[in-house]
């Protein structure tokens, strides 16, 4: 856990900040915990599309993260397992998380990061979600490119944009 100082007019003040495993729940007690952050109306509707509800993923190679100010669940982290040098993280965040997303997010690259085999996360961020790409991009994310018509949201294909940290950028940016 670490304390910052959170950077807002008018509500300046610490916030003791983590990021956990929910390692030892099983899938029946991790999906109504999972499905109460995705399904927030404020974290749905921006992650929502057509073909896919958000909701708990039951995979091996899927593992989640809670995140945490001042020890309240504020959201969570979803990293799949994309290869066996690269992971994919979705972020979840509710509105009370996003004036520490920036923090949060730096958290969770040091845990992936503390895996020795680990050297790259992923990021792909639905088309008109841009501000979520510059905050990818405010901690050493690169734009890598975009996936055009990727998914279905809202009968229209939008794209995806892509953003990728290396583990040599994350070590230069800390």
């Given at each position: 856990?670490?304390?910052?100082?959170?950077?807002?007019?008018?509500?300046?003040?610490?916030?003791?900040?983590?990021?956990?495993?929910?390692?030892?729940?099983?899938?029946?007690?991790?999906?109504?915990?999972?499905?109460?952050?995705?399904?927030?109306?404020?974290?749905?509707?921006?992650?929502?599309?057509?073909?896919?509800?958000?909701?708990?993923?039951?995979?091996?190679?899927?593992?989640?993260?809670?995140?945490?100010?001042?020890?309240?669940?504020?959201?969570?982290?979803?990293?799949?397992?994309?290869?066996?040098?690269?992971?994919?993280?979705?972020?979840?965040?509710?509105?009370?998380?996003?004036?520490?997303?920036?923090?949060?997010?730096?958290?969770?690259?040091?845990?992936?990061?503390?895996?020795?085999?680990?050297?790259?996360?992923?990021?792909?961020?639905?088309?008109?979600?841009?501000?979520?790409?510059?905050?990818?991009?405010?901690?050493?994310?690169?734009?890598?490119?975009?996936?055009?018509?990727?998914?279905?949201?809202?009968?229209?294909?939008?794209?995806?944009?892509?953003?990728?940290?290396?583990?040599?950028?994350w070590e230069a940016s800390k």
């Open positions: 856990m670490i304390a910052v100082e959170a950077q807002a007019p008018k509500l300046a003040r610490q916030a003791a900040l983590d990021v956990r495993s929910f390692a030892g729940l099983d899938a029946s007690q991790l999906r109504p915990i999972i499905d109460g952050i995705v399904r927030d109306p404020y974290i749905a509707g921006r992650v929502r599309y057509d073909h896919r509800e958000p909701g708990f993923i039951h995979h091996p190679d899927v593992t989640y993260y809670g995140t945490y100010v001042d020890d309240e669940l504020v959201g969570v982290y979803c990293v799949i397992a994309s290869g066996f040098i690269e992971v994919d993280v979705h972020a979840f965040l509710n509105r009370k998380a996003l004036l520490h997303s920036v923090a949060l997010g730096h958290l969770m690259a040091a845990r992936i990061f503390a895996d020795p085999e680990i050297n790259r996360i992923t990021a792909q961020i639905i088309e008109g979600l841009e501000s979520v790409c510059n905050h990818c991009k405010r901690f050493g994310f690169v734009y890598e490119g975009f996936r055009r018509g990727a998914i279905l949201k809202n009968g229209l294909a939008v794209g995806m944009h892509v953003l990728g940290l290396t583990r040599s950028d």
